[in-house]
């Protein structure tokens, strides 16, 4: 599953990436990185962008962004 497919308020731990270099370089300048833990806090109205939580650090991500992370369920 990708990380905008889901549910507000669900942990999943980040499995793997489908992104550019200069992409993958930027979220793991921002702490994301595969085994991460992540919280889907909640997203926008529209859907286009998502709110994270990681290590007690919340980060809003695009939707393009979080299509391209694969969380599994935990």
Same mark, same amino acid.
């Not at 833990?37 to 962008?49: A, D, M, R, W």
């Given at each position: 599953m990708?990380? %905008?497919?889901? &549910?507000?308020g669900?942990v999943?731990? #980040?499995?793997? !990436?489908?992104v550019t270099?200069?992409l993958?370089?930027?979220? !793991? ?6 085994a991460k #833990? #992540? ?11 998502i709110? #994270?939580?990681? %290590?007690r ?6 939707? %393009? ?6 969380? &599994?369920?935990?």
């Open positions: 990708t990380l %905008d497919l889901l &549910e507000n669900k999943a731990r #980040i499995s793997n !990436f489908n270099e200069q993958l370089e930027r979220l !793991f300048s921002l702490g994301l990185s595969k #833990i #992540i919280k889907k806090v909640c997203s926008s109205l529209g859907g286009s962008t709110l #994270i939580e990681c %290590d650090v919340c980060l809003m991500l695009r939707s %393009d962004e979080a299509k391209s992370i694969e969380v &599994e369920r935990i």
